[in-house]
C-alpha cells in the first residue's frame, strides 16, 4: 500500500516538474520551445514587473527565428506584442510603439485576414495619435472603417468610431467629436463591448465640457461610471479618469465645490487600487480646486506634493502648477517662494515657445547674439557708454525678432491646421460618396429583385421576356455603382473587368453558361461613368439578342467583345457571334425597344454603326467622345 502511494506521488511530483519546467521560458531554451507558446509568454507578460528585464531578449530572439522560417502571421504577432509591451512599460519614445506597430501591418497585409488587418490599421491610429501624427491617424483610421464596412463588422466600426471621436477631440472639433461617438455607442453597446463604450464617454465628457453644455457632460460621467459598476467592474482607470474629466467640467462651470469632490474622489480611487505612490500626481488638481476656493493652506499641501510627484517623474515642462503654487505663495505672504516658482513657469514656458522656433530661424538668432556679445567684449574698456544703448539695442532687435518669429509661428500652425481640415473632409467626402455609390447599387439590386418577382407571376411570353430584358438592364447599371465603391478611383470603371461581371450576370440568367461562351479580347481600359454608363446598356442589348436568337434550338457558339481606344480618344467597340445570322428580307423577332435603345444611346455619344452578317452577327461602334463632349 504504501509502495502504490509512494509511487502515485512520484508520478503527480514528475508531471508537476515536467509541467512547470515546461513554462519556464528564458533565451537559452527558446528555440527549442513551440511557437505558440511563445507568443502566449509574450502576451501573458506585457504588463508583468518580474519579467521585464528578459522581455525585450526573448522577443527579439523570436522574432529573428520567426523571421528565417517567414511565416508572415507569427511575425505581425511579436511586433504586435512589443508594440503593447513599448506602450505599457514607457521606457521606450513613442516612435518606438509606432515603428513595431507598423512593422506589424505589413505582415499582416500579406495575409488574407481582413479583419486582422483593419484590427491594425485602428490601433496603428491610436499610436499615431500618441506621438502627435494626426495626418497620418486620420488615414489608416478611414482604412480600417472600409474594411469593417466590406466585413459588415459592427463591432470594429463601434471601435472606429470612437477613435474617429478621440482624433477630433485631439483637433478640438468638439462637435465631430460628439458626432462621431453617438455614433459609436449603439454598436458597441449592441456588439458587447462596454470596456470601450465607458471610455467613449470621455470624448463626450469632455467635448461637451468645451461646448459649454455642461448637464450633458455630467450625464455622460454618470452614464460611464453606471456602465463599470454593472458592465466592467474590472476596468479600474475607466471611473478614476471620468471623475477627474468630470472635475475639469465643473472648474469650467465655475462649480467648485461638486469640482473638488471629483477630483479627491478620483484620488481615493487610485490609491485605491495601485497605491498612493503612484497617484500623487492627482493632488495638484485638488491643489487648483483649493486656491480657486481660497483655502491657501490646504492648496499648498497638495500642489507641493503633486508638483514633487511630476518633478520626480523626470517632467519639467509644467506651467500651470507652477504658477498656481506661485499664486499660493504670494497669498499667504511668502513673496520669495512666489517669485521662484513664477520663475519656473516663464522659464518652463519660454522653453516650450523656444522648441516650436524654426531649426534655421534659432540658429540665426544664435549666431546673432554671438556677434554682438564678441563686439560688445571688444569695446567694454574703450565705450563704457556706448554699451548700455548697444544693449538696449539689441535687446529692442531681439524683440522684434522674437515677435517675428512669432507671427511667422502663428501662420504657420494656422496654415497647417487649415490644411489637415480640408484633408480630413476630403477623406470623409470620399467615404460618403462611396456609401452613395453602395446605396445606389443595392437600391438598383432591390429593383431588380422586384421585377424578377414581378415576372415570376406573369404568365404571357412576351411580357415576361420585356420584364426579364428590363431586369439586365438595371442589373448593367448595378455593376457598375459596385465598382465604384469597391475601386480606388470613384470617376471610373474598368470596362474589361465590367464586361466580365456583366457576361456572367446575362449567361445566368438564360442559364446559357454551358453552352454559350462570351470573351473578352481587349486590354484594361478605364472610362468615365458618363461614358461607362451608356457603352454597358449597348453591349448588354446585344448579349441578350445574341442570346435570345442566334443559337436556337440549344445550340452552342461564341460571343466576342473588344473595345479600344485611338490616340484621338475616341472608342471602337466590337460584339461579334458566330451564331445563325440573321436572315435577309424576313422582318426581326421581338418587340424592337432593344434596337431602339442602342440607336439612342449610340447618337448620345456621337457613334455610328455598322451591322454585316458574316458567318455570324458582327456589329461595330465607333464612338467619337471629343463631339460628343
Given at each position: 500500500?504504501r509502495r502504490i502511494?509512494?509511487?502515485?506521488?512520484l508520478g503527480c511530483?514528475?508531471t508537476?516538474?515536467?509541467?512547470?519546467?515546461?513554462?519556464?521560458?528564458n533565451?537559452k531554451?527558446l528555440?527549442?520551445q513551440p511557437?505558440?507558446?511563445?507568443?502566449?509568454w509574450?502576451?501573458?507578460n506585457?504588463?508583468?514587473?518580474e519579467?521585464l528585464?528578459?522581455y525585450?531578449?526573448?522577443a527579439?530572439k523570436a522574432?529573428?527565428i520567426?523571421?528565417?522560417?517567414?511565416h508572415?502571421?507569427?511575425?505581425?504577432?511579436?511586433?504586435?506584442?512589443?508594440a503593447?509591451w513599448?506602450?505599457?512599460?514607457?521606457?521606450f519614445?513613442p516612435?518606438s510603439?509606432?515603428?513595431h506597430?507598423?512593422k506589424?501591418l505589413?505582415?499582416?497585409?500579406?495575409?488574407?485576414?481582413?479583419k486582422?488587418v483593419?484590427?491594425?490599421?485602428?490601433s496603428?491610429?491610436i499610436d499615431y495619435?500618441?506621438?502627435?501624427n494626426?495626418d497620418?491617424?486620420?488615414?489608416?483610421l478611414?482604412?480600417?472603417i472600409?474594411?469593417y464596412?466590406d466585413?459588415?463588422?459592427?463591432?470594429?466600426?463601434g471601435?472606429?468610431?470612437?477613435?474617429l471621436?478621440v482624433?477630433?477631440?485631439?483637433t478640438?472639433?468638439w462637435?465631430?467629436?460628439?458626432?462621431?461617438?453617438?455614433?459609436?455607442?449603439?454598436?458597441?453597446?449592441?456588439t458587447?463591448n462596454y470596456?470601450?463604450?465607458?471610455i467613449a464617454?470621455f470624448?463626450?465628457?469632455i467635448s461637451?465640457?468645451?461646448?459649454?453644455q455642461?448637464?450633458?457632460?455630467?450625464?455622460?460621467?454618470?452614464?460611464?461610471?453606471?456602465?463599470i459598476?454593472t458592465?466592467?467592474?474590472?476596468?479600474?482607470f475607466?471611473?478614476?479618469?471620468a471623475?477627474?474629466?468630470r472635475g475639469?467640467v465643473?472648474?469650467?462651470a465655475?462649480?467648485?465645490?461638486?469640482?473638488l469632490?471629483d477630483?479627491l474622489a478620483?484620488?481615493?480611487l487610485?490609491?485605491?487600487?495601485?497605491?498612493?505612490?503612484?497617484?500623487i500626481?492627482y493632488?495638484?488638481?485638488i491643489?487648483n480646486?483649493?486656491?480657486?476656493?481660497e483655502?491657501?493652506?490646504?492648496?499648498?499641501?497638495h500642489l507641493l506634493?503633486g508638483?514633487?510627484?511630476y518633478?520626480n517623474?523626470?517632467?519639467s515642462g509644467l506651467?500651470d502648477p507652477y504658477?498656481n503654487?506661485?499664486?499660493?505663495?504670494?497669498?499667504?505672504?511668502?513673496y520669495?517662494n512666489?517669485?521662484?516658482?513664477?520663475?519656473k513657469?516663464?522659464?518652463?514656458s519660454?522653453?516650450m515657445?523656444e522648441g516650436?522656433?524654426d531649426n534655421?530661424?534659432s540658429?540665426m538668432?544664435?549666431?546673432y547674439?554671438?556677434?554682438?556679445?564678441?563686439?560688445?567684449?571688444?569695446?567694454?574698456a574703450?565705450?563704457?557708454a556706448?554699451?548700455s544703448k548697444?544693449?538696449n539695442?539689441f535687446?529692442?532687435?531681439a524683440s522684434l525678432?522674437?515677435?517675428?518669429?512669432?507671427?511667422?509661428?502663428y501662420f504657420?500652425?494656422k496654415?497647417?491646421?487649415?490644411?489637415r481640415?480640408i484633408?480630413a473632409k476630403?477623406?470623409?467626402?470620399?467615404l460618403l460618396?462611396?456609401?452613395?455609390?453602395?446605396?445606389?447599387?443595392n437600391?438598383l439590386e432591390?429593383?431588380?429583385?422586384?421585377?424578377a418577382?414581378?415576372?415570376a407571376?406573369?404568365e404571357?411570353?412576351?411580357t415576361?421576356?420585356a420584364?426579364?430584358?428590363?431586369q439586365n438592364r438595371v442589373?448593367s447599371?448595378?455593376?457598375i455603382?459596385?465598382?465604384?465603391?469597391?475601386?480606388?478611383n470613384l470617376?471610373s470603371?474598368e470596362m474589361?473587368?465590367?464586361?466580365l461581371n456583366?457576361s456572367e450576370?446575362?449567361?445566368d440568367?438564360?442559364?446559357a453558361e454551358?453552352?454559350?461562351?462570351i470573351?473578352?479580347?481587349?486590354?484594361?481600359?478605364d472610362?468615365?461613368?458618363?461614358?461607362?454608363v451608356p457603352?454597358?446598356l449597348?453591349?448588354?442589348?446585344?448579349?441578350t439578342?445574341?442570346?435570345?436568337?442566334?443559337f436556337?434550338?440549344e445550340q452552342t457558339g461564341v460571343?466576342n467583345?473588344?473595345?479600344e481606344?485611338?490616340s484621338?480618344e475616341n472608342?471602337k467597340?466590337?460584339v461579334?457571334?458566330n451564331?445563325v445570322?440573321k436572315?435577309?428580307?424576313?422582318?426581326?423577332e421581338?418587340?424592337?425597344?432593344g434596337?431602339?435603345?442602342v440607336?439612342?444611346l449610340?447618337?448620345?455619344?456621337?457613334?455610328?454603326m455598322i451591322e454585316?452578317?458574316e458567318?455570324?452577327?458582327?456589329?461595330e461602334?465607333?464612338?467619337?467622345?471629343?463631339?460628343s463632349?
Amino acid at each position: 500500500m504504501r509502495r502504490i502511494i509512494f509511487t502515485i506521488f512520484l508520478g503527480c511530483f514528475f508531471t508537476f516538474f515536467c509541467f512547470s519546467q515546461s513554462q519556464v521560458l528564458n533565451e537559452k531554451n527558446l528555440h527549442k520551445q513551440p511557437i505558440d507558446s511563445v507568443l502566449s509568454w509574450l502576451r501573458t507578460n506585457t504588463t508583468s514587473e518580474e519579467n521585464l528585464d528578459k522581455y525585450q531578449i526573448i522577443a527579439l530572439k523570436a522574432l529573428k527565428i520567426s523571421l528565417k522560417s517567414q511565416h508572415d502571421s507569427t511575425i505581425a504577432q511579436i511586433h504586435e506584442s512589443l508594440a503593447s509591451w513599448h506602450a505599457y512599460n514607457g521606457l521606450f519614445p513613442p516612435d518606438s510603439v509606432v515603428y513595431h506597430a507598423e512593422k506589424a501591418l505589413d505582415y499582416h497585409l500579406k495575409g488574407d485576414d481582413l479583419k486582422k488587418v483593419a484590427d491594425t490599421y485602428r490601433s496603428l491610429s491610436i499610436d499615431y495619435l500618441n506621438t502627435g501624427n494626426l495626418d497620418k491617424a486620420q488615414e489608416v483610421l478611414f482604412k480600417a472603417i472600409e474594411i469593417y464596412e466590406d466585413l459588415n463588422d459592427e463591432a470594429g466600426l463601434g471601435s472606429a468610431y470612437r477613435t474617429l471621436g478621440v482624433k477630433y477631440r485631439v483637433t478640438q472639433d468638439w462637435e465631430k467629436s460628439v458626432s462621431y461617438t453617438l455614433k459609436a455607442e449603439p454598436l458597441l453597446k449592441k456588439t458587447g463591448n462596454y470596456s470601450e463604450l465607458a471610455i467613449a464617454q470621455f470624448n463626450l465628457i469632455i467635448s461637451y465640457g468645451e461646448l459649454g453644455q455642461f448637464q450633458k457632460a455630467y450625464n455622460a460621467t454618470e452614464y460611464c461610471l453606471e456602465i463599470i459598476r454593472t458592465k466592467a467592474p474590472e476596468e479600474i482607470f475607466v471611473p478614476i479618469r471620468a471623475y477627474s474629466y468630470r472635475g475639469d467640467v465643473y472648474v469650467k462651470a465655475k462649480d467648485y465645490d461638486n469640482a473638488l469632490k471629483d477630483f479627491l474622489a478620483a484620488w481615493e480611487l487610485c490609491k485605491k487600487n495601485i497605491g498612493e505612490e503612484r497617484c500623487i500626481t492627482y493632488r495638484t488638481e485638488i491643489g487648483n480646486i483649493y486656491l480657486l476656493q481660497e483655502n491657501y493652506e490646504l492648496a499648498l499641501d497638495h500642489l507641493l506634493a503633486g508638483i514633487k510627484a511630476y518633478e520626480n517623474k523626470g517632467l519639467s515642462g509644467l506651467i500651470d502648477p507652477y504658477f498656481n503654487l506661485a499664486e499660493v505663495y504670494y497669498q499667504l505672504g511668502d513673496y520669495k517662494n512666489a517669485l521662484l516658482y513664477k520663475d519656473k513657469a516663464y522659464t518652463n514656458s519660454q522653453n516650450m515657445l523656444e522648441g516650436k522656433i524654426d531649426n534655421i530661424e534659432s540658429e540665426m538668432a544664435i549666431k546673432y547674439e554671438t556677434e554682438k556679445k564678441d563686439e560688445t567684449l571688444a569695446a567694454q574698456a574703450a565705450l563704457i557708454a556706448q554699451k548700455s544703448k548697444t544693449k538696449n539695442l539689441f535687446i529692442a532687435i531681439a524683440s522684434l525678432l522674437f515677435i517675428f518669429l512669432l507671427f511667422l509661428f502663428y501662420f504657420f500652425y494656422k496654415n497647417k491646421k487649415a490644411t489637415r481640415i480640408i484633408r480630413a473632409k476630403n477623406a470623409e467626402n470620399e467615404l460618403l460618396l462611396k456609401e452613395i455609390h453602395h446605396r445606389v447599387k443595392n437600391n438598383l439590386e432591390m429593383v431588380k429583385s422586384l421585377i424578377a418577382l414581378q415576372s415570376a407571376q406573369i404568365e404571357d411570353p412576351a411580357t415576361k421576356e420585356a420584364m426579364i430584358a428590363s431586369q439586365n438592364r438595371v442589373q448593367s447599371m448595378g455593376i457598375i455603382h459596385q465598382k465604384l465603391y469597391q475601386g480606388t478611383n470613384l470617376g471610373s470603371i474598368e470596362m474589361k473587368d465590367y464586361f466580365l461581371n456583366l457576361s456572367e450576370g446575362i449567361l445566368d440568367t438564360f442559364n446559357a453558361e454551358d453552352r454559350v461562351k462570351i470573351e473578352c479580347a481587349m486590354d484594361n481600359l478605364d472610362l468615365d461613368v458618363d461614358t461607362a454608363v451608356p457603352i454597358g446598356l449597348i453591349v448588354n442589348e446585344l448579349l441578350t439578342n445574341a442570346l435570345k436568337y442566334a443559337f436556337p434550338r440549344e445550340q452552342t457558339g461564341v460571343i466576342n467583345i473588344s473595345l479600344e481606344k485611338d490616340s484621338e480618344e475616341n472608342l471602337k467597340l466590337l460584339v461579334r457571334d458566330n451564331g445563325v445570322g440573321k436572315t435577309d428580307g424576313l422582318a426581326p423577332e421581338g418587340t424592337g425597344f432593344g434596337s431602339q435603345l442602342v440607336k439612342l444611346l449610340t447618337r448620345q455619344l456621337n457613334g455610328k454603326m455598322i451591322e454585316r452578317n458574316e458567318e455570324g452577327t458582327h456589329i461595330e461602334f465607333d464612338f467619337q467622345l471629343r463631339k460628343s463632349a
